[in-house]
């Protein structure tokens, strides 16, 4: 006489297989009218000073005009340079106090 011994077979749940295909159908048919069907809504979207970025971009710094200019040399400094050498806390931090 056998036994037979079978394991139980998992069902399949078709609710969830169903969510995540209408999530992954509405997710991909947004990106496609989005990018594809209308890309003008995106230009839309994007901010109307990108003009004076552009201007921006194309200036050109010249430091030597700066720091040769008359109002730069007349400028004062009112502290001293010296900066605290001292490290913060204790030089051994596991002794006790």
């Not at 979207?45 to 194309?58: A, E």
Request: proline fraction near 7%.
């Amino acid at each position: 006489m056998a036994i037979i011994v079978e394991e139980e077979k998992k069902s399949v749940n078709w609710f969830m297989v169903i969510v995540v295909l209408i999530v992954v159908t509405v997710v991909f048919s947004g990106a496609y009218f989005l990018f594809f069907k209308r890309p003008d809504v995106i230009e839309v979207v994007t901010p109307g000073k990108l003009d004076q970025i552009n201007k921006l971009s194309k200036i050109s710094f010249k430091p030597e005009e700066v720091v040769n200019s008359p109002s730069f040399k007349s400028l004062r400094q009112y502290g001293s340079n010296a900066s605290s050498t001292q490290v913060p806390g204790r030089e051994n931090p596991f002794k006790p106090f």
